[in-house]
C-alpha cells in the first residue's frame, strides 16, 4: 500500500535553529498538507498546498514557517528560528483529489518529532 | 478552536465488548465527518468517513452522524486487543481541512 514517507523521524534542535521536516507524499497525489500535535494536544492544521503554492494556511503558520515542493518527490515544512513551544509532532499528509478527496480522506505520514531545546 | 469537542478518555473496555465513542461539533454547515485511528508513534489513519447524516458500517466498525444534534459516534463492536488506540474524529472544512477532536484513548484488555 502506498505510503507517505517523513524523515527524520525524530530531530532534536536548539532554540534559534532552522529546521527542515521532510516529506515524500504518495506519488499519484496532488494535493499537499502539514499538521502538528503538541503532545497531549489536538492534531491542529497548517498549510495545504496544490499546484506548486499554498492553498490555505491557519493562524498558526506564520512568517517562521514555509513549505517547498522542491522536486517533484519531496514536500519540505520550514522551520525558521525555533522556539520551545514548536516542539511538536509534525505529520505530512497528501490526498488524491482523482479519487475524491471527502471520499478517501488524507493518507498521514508517521511523522516527525520535533524537539526544542 | 473549539469545532468539534471529543471525551479524552482513557476508555478501557474487556475484550468482546460495544465501544462507544462520540464527538459533537459546532458548524452545523460541515458535511464531512471522519474517524481516524492513531497508535502510538504514528500517523492518522483514515478509518471510516460519513457524509451528512445517516449511518455507516464496515465490519465491526460503524459511523453515526445526527446532524440535528451535531453529534457523531463510532461504534466497535466485539472489541479486540489490536483496536486499542487513540480514535481521533474530524471534520473537513469547505477548503478541505481537517478539525480533529482531542482524541480518545482506547484499551481493550484481554
Known amino acids: 500500500e502506498p505510503e507517505v514517507t517523513q524523515t527524520p523521524s525524530h530531530q532534536v534542535t536548539q532554540m534559534g535553529q532552522e529546521v527542515i521536516l521532510r516529506c515524500v507524499p504518495i506519488?499519484?497525489?496532488?494535493?499537499f498538507y502539514w499538521y502538528r500535535q503538541i503532545l497531549g494536544q489536538k492534531v491542529e492544521f497548517l498549510v495545504s498546498?496544490?499546484?506548486?503554492?499554498?492553498?490555505?494556511k491557519s493562524e498558526i503558520f506564520d512568517d517562521q514557517f514555509s513549505v517547498e515542493r522542491p522536486d517533484g518527490s519531496n514536500f519540505t515544512l520550514k522551520i525558521r528560528s525555533t522556539k520551545l513551544e514548536d516542539s511538536a509532532m509534525y505529520f505530512c499528509?497528501?490526498?488524491?483529489?482523482?479519487?475524491?478527496?471527502?471520499?478517501?480522506?488524507?493518507?498521514f505520514g508517521s511523522g516527525t518529532r520535533l524537539t526544542v531545546v | 478552536q473549539k469545532e468539534v469537542e471529543q471525551d479524552p478518555g482513557p476508555l478501557s473496555v474487556p475484550e468482546g465488548a460495544i465501544v462507544s465513542l462520540n464527538c459533537t461539533y459546532s458548524?452545523?454547515?460541515?458535511?464531512?465527518f471522519m474517524w481516524y485511528r492513531q497508535y502510538s508513534r504514528k500517523g492518522p489513519e483514515l478509518l471510516m468517513y460519513?457524509?451528512?447524516?445517516g449511518n455507516k458500517e464496515d465490519g465491526r466498525f460503524t459511523a453515526q452522524v445526527d446532524k440535528s444534534s451535531k453529534y457523531i459516534s463510532l461504534f466497535i463492536r466485539d472489541s479486540q486487543p489490536s483496536d486499542s488506540a487513540t480514535y481521533l474524529c474530524?471534520?473537513?472544512?469547505?477548503?478541505?481541512?481537517?478539525?480533529f477532536g482531542t482524541g480518545t484513548r482506547l484499551t481493550v484488555i484481554p
Open positions: 499528509a497528501s490526498s488524491d483529489p482523482g479519487q475524491g478527496r471527502f471520499n478517501y480522506g488524507y493518507t
Open positions: 506519488s499519484n497525489h496532488l494535493y
Open positions: 498546498f496544490y499546484n506548486n503554492e499554498i492553498s490555505e
Open positions: 458548524n452545523s454547515a460541515f458535511q464531512y
Open positions: 460519513t457524509y451528512s447524516s
Open positions: 474530524a471534520i473537513v472544512t469547505g477548503a478541505n481541512n481537517l478539525f
